[in-house]
Each structure stands twice: as C-alpha cells, then as structure tokens.
C-alpha cells in the first residue's frame, strides 16, 4: 500500500517536474512546480514528518508560489516564443547525449550510495515537538543565521525597490 | 472492514449535511440581511421562501455555461473545480463532537484525527487562493485580473495574521490536535466561567475572526469583488454551475473559519454550563421558539401563516422532544448535546459575518493593506509574545 502511494505520488512529481520544463507559458510552470511541491508534501507525510509536510505546503505552495504566480499575472507575461532554430542533428545528437547523461548518473547513484535497505516508511515519526526541539538545540545556528539571510534579503529588496530621495 | 464501513457512513453523513448547509446558509443571509434592511427577501418559492435554494440550483444547473472567447480553457475550468474542492477538504478534520459508543460501535464524531489538524486546515486555506486566482487570470478580463490579484494580495496579507492568532491557543493547549484543543478547554473556573480560550486569548479571538473576514472575501473585506469597482470581480465571466461553484466554495469556507474559531477559542462542543444545566438550554429554546410560533399562529397577521406558522411550531415542538427524551437515553444525549452546542456557536458565528455584511461599507484598498500590516499583524505578534511569556513562566 504505502509502496503503492510512493509510486503514484513520486510519478506525479516527475510527471509536473518535466511539465514544468517543457511547458511554454509561465503560469503553466508554476502550477506545475505547485505540483511537485504537493506531491513532495505527500511523501513527507509517508515518511512520517507530518509538520514538514504541512509546512511544505504552507511555505512553498501556499506563500512561495502564491507570490510567483501574483508576479507572472500583474506582468502578464505570455507564452515564450522560441527563436532558437535546433537543425535535426542537434536535436538527435541531444537525446543521446541525454541518455548517456542519465545512465551516467544512475551508474554514479549505484556506486556511491551505501548498500542499506531502502527507507521504510513509517518507521520514525517525526512530529512537531520533535522538529522545533532539534531546530532551537542542534541546528540553532544555522537557524539563525538562515532568518539573518532572510532578513539580509528583505532590506536588500527594500533598497532596491526604494525610489532615490 | 468495519472502520470502512463507518468511515463511509461518517463522510456521506457529513457531505450531504455540508452541502445542504451551504444551500440554506445562502437563504439565511438573504433573509437576514434582508431583515435588517426592513425587506422580507426571498418569499415566493415555498413558505418564506424556504425552498428558494432548490430552485436556486435548478437554475444554476440548468443554465448555459458560456466560455468567454480568447481564454485559457484548461485553467478557466480548473478555477472553480480547486476553489470549491480545496474549500471542502478542511471539514475532514474538524470534529463535531466527543467519541460516541453506538452499541459495539465505538468512534469518533470527526472524519479524520491528524496530530497537525490545525496546520492542515492552514495548509489548505493557503492554497485556497489559487482558485480566485486563476479564474481571474484566466476569465481574459481585465476586471477579473484586478479581482484575481487583489485578493491574492490580500489573502497572503491576512494569512500571517491569521496565523498568529491561532499560534496562541496553540501555546496554551500545547497541541495540534482538534480533538486535545477541545479537550483542553473542558472544565469549568469557579465552577462556571467555562475553560475556553476566548477568555485569555480575547485580543487573538478579535484577530481571527477580522482575518477570517479577509480569508474568506467577505464584507468589509471583499475587495475582490468589490461590484462598484470590478463589476464582480474574478467571476464576472463565469456562469451556471463554475459560478455556483466559486459562490459554494465561500460559503464553505466561512463554514470552516467559523468551526475553526468555534474549535479554537469557543471550546468546541463544550457547553458554556455544567453538564446537569446545560443539557436543559436546548429543551427550554426550542420549546420557547414552538410555543411563540403557535401563538402568532393562532393569531395570524397574513393569510398563509395560519398554516405555516403552527407547521413551524410542531416541528420546533417535536425537536425540544427529542431533545428532552435524550435525557433519558446516554448515547443520544451525547451525540444532541454535542451537536447542538458545536452547531449553535458556528451558527452564532455565521450571523456575526452576515450581519456585518449587512452593516458595514467596504474598506479601501490602501486602508484594508494598511489595516493589515500596521495594526493586525502587530497585534497579533504581541499577543502570541505575551501568551509564550506567560506559558513559559508558568510551565516547568
């Protein structure tokens, strides 16, 4: 069963990371990366961290997103138009080169990655407590340096955005 | 097998109660906005109007869905489809009440439990804007565009905010949990101030529902809407039933904020009185409402009321019955009082957003931003920095 779901949700995720490439208008991409963000969140929640997955969702698909798509709609921007004119060659040539390219990684993935059964799902549960426990013990350096950047980001746009007095 | 079998009586239970609810919820706001403005409202369609919702969808379904030339049909579509189907997934995880033994059967009065309930049910009101979003975008009209913007704008702008204000209960219960936060708000100080979070929590109660306002596009928050403006806003081009659509998916959503408010701050299906009183407040008001009904209908003001009216009265009689035979039985006492006091306080709820439609103009655009980043959002930051000051010094 939870096999079953992976299969249907990771399919899903490479189906709208591939539609998000090849897909010419823009609002098309971003509902397609919302996609994938969604699907990411369902295999959170499979692996048992329930509030990453809330918050994948509340951050990335429902804030991140959200404001993408506000930007592409006050532009209006349409769909690309492509002028790069690919001979057959190229174009032949690039799929072999992808496939050659793909073995590759998969060869590197299979030797690389240590021999350990795969994740099981369900075995830890990653609840909320849990989560903000490690984030303000272990990791609260990088947690605090990550809102700095954050921080450092906002005024930087602030200035940007400023007109000049 | 068993937990299947409930679990598909529970949702088909709680789909058909929804959908009805969201048919007459429209009936009850134009009745009491109606009210308000000295009109009668929808009258001719059955007795005062009562059957006006059904008609109401016969007519949006049998219309023609016109789409509009030079749109995007894949998402023009797809607009109303997310809006409605993300506003109706929050209601899985709301509880209606306690756990309830039926004979050997013993569950839940919820769909679903999940430990993170109420990031859930934030998780998909964050998503929810894509639905006004792109049907303004894809409507190919320049008034939908606005309406669509405006109310992304807007509902990123309220959703922090709105946030906060449910962070604070959150401290206090210590849980994410529908269930533990009603749980821990049973109980009684001084044996009669009811435990609820509305009491330490009043400034993040006002917080929410003043989001919840802007969240779900109502008055004075409809920018996106806004007639005199945008003609409708992000549905202008939309008719029959991807209309219907957009106007179910609000009223689910206002049925969701306010069951969310009711669960947070109101105490869920816990009854303002101890049990012994409490158990009696339904009996005395739905006999008050028979026997007041019966009276007017014996003396009739109009012609037809001779025969609605004591109708009426009979049917408010026989609730106060069932009611007052519950006392006797465990389990439907159980089931009716949690019920009854879960429902009247989102219905409580419901009226304050109708009646502030029918009071209050709309705000400005540059006000309702302002409104949001220079008064709310602060507000509420300093009520969650006071609620985790308070929690931290009185827990261990």
């Known amino acids: ?165 | 097998m068993n937990f299947l079998i409930i679990s598909l009586i529970k949702v088909a239970l709680v789909a058909f109660v929804l959908l009805t609810t969201l048919a007459y919820l429209q009936w009850i706001e134009r009745k009491v906005i109606a009210h308000v403005q000295l009109r009668v409202g929808p009258y001719r369609v059955g007795p005062h109007g009562l059957l006006q919702p059904l008609a109401d969808v016969v007519k949006l379904i049998t219309k023609e869905g016109l789409i509009p030339s030079h749109v995007n049909k894949l998402f023009y579509l797809m607009a109303p489809f997310v809006a409605v189907a993300l506003a109706l997934t929050s209601i899985a995880v709301i509880p209606f009440g306690p756990e309830i033994k039926i004979g050997p059967i013993d569950t839940w009065m919820q769909l679903t439990d999940l430990r993170i309930g109420i990031l859930f049910v934030i998780a998909i009101s964050s998503i929810g804007v894509y639905g006004v979003a792109l049907g303004g975008w894809a409507s190919n009209n320049k008034y939908s565009l606005l309406g669509g913007l405006r109310s992304s704008a807007q509902m990123i702008s309220y959703e922090l905010p709105l946030a906060l204000a449910v962070a604070a209960p959150l401290l206090l219960a210590n849980t994410l949990s529908f269930r533990e936060m009603v749980n821990y708000q049973g109980g009684y100080w001084l044996g009669f101030i009811p435990r609820w979070n509305l009491f330490p929590e009043i400034i993040g109660f006002i917080v929410f529902i003043i989001a919840s306002f802007a969240e779900t596009n109502r008055v004075p928050f409809d920018l996106p809407e806004a007639e005199n403006e945008l003609v409708a806003g992000f549905h202008t081009e939309y008719s029959s039933m991807n209309f219907a659509a957009f106007f179910m998916a609000e009223y689910a959503n206002m049925v969701t904020v306010t069951a969310v408010a009711t669960l947070l701050f109101l105490g869920g299906w816990q009854p303002p009185f101890p049990a012994p009183y409490s158990d009696v407040v339904p009996i005395i008001i739905f006999a008050l409402g028979g026997l007041v009904a019966l009276y007017h209908g014996l003396n009739p003001a109009r012609r037809m009321d001779r025969f609605t009216l004591p109708a009426t009265a009979l049917v408010f009689l026989g609730i106060a019955a069932i009611f007052g035979l519950s006392l006797f039985v465990p389990v439907l006492n159980a089931i009716l009082m949690a019920l009854f006091w879960f429902c009247g306080k989102i219905l409580v709820l419901l009226f304050v957003f109708i009646w502030v439609r029918a009071t209050l103009p709309r705000f400005r655009y540059d006000q309702l931003m302002r409104f949001a980043w220079i008064f709310l959002f602060p507000l509420a930051m300093l009520n969650l920095l006071v609620t985790s000051l308070i929690v931290a010094l009185t827990t261990k």
């Open chain 1, 1 to 165: 069963m939870t096999a079953l779901i992976f299969l249907i949700f990771a399919g899903i995720a490479v189906f709208c990371g591939i539609s998000l490439v090849v897909q010419t208008h823009p609002i098309a991409s971003a509902l397609s990366l919302i996609g994938v963000m969604g699907s990411l969140a369902v295999l959170y929640l499979q692996l048992g961290g329930e509030f990453i997955a809330m918050a994948q969702i509340i951050v990335y698909a429902g804030a991140i997103m959200v404001l993408f798509v506000f930007v592409i709609m006050l532009l209006n921007a349409g769909a690309e138009t492509s002028t790069f004119q690919a001979s057959s060659f190229v174009k032949y040539l690039g799929i072999v080169l992808l496939a050659a390219f793909l073995g590759l990684i998969s060869f590197i993935i299979q030797a690389t990655l240590p021999k350990t059964e795969g994740v099981v799902f369900g075995v830890f549960q990653g609840t909320t407590a849990d989560v903000g426990r490690k984030l303000f013990t272990s990791y609260l350096l990088p947690f605090e340096v990550t809102s700095v950047l954050i921080l450092i980001a906002l005024v930087g746009a602030i200035v940007l955005a400023r007109k000049e007095i």
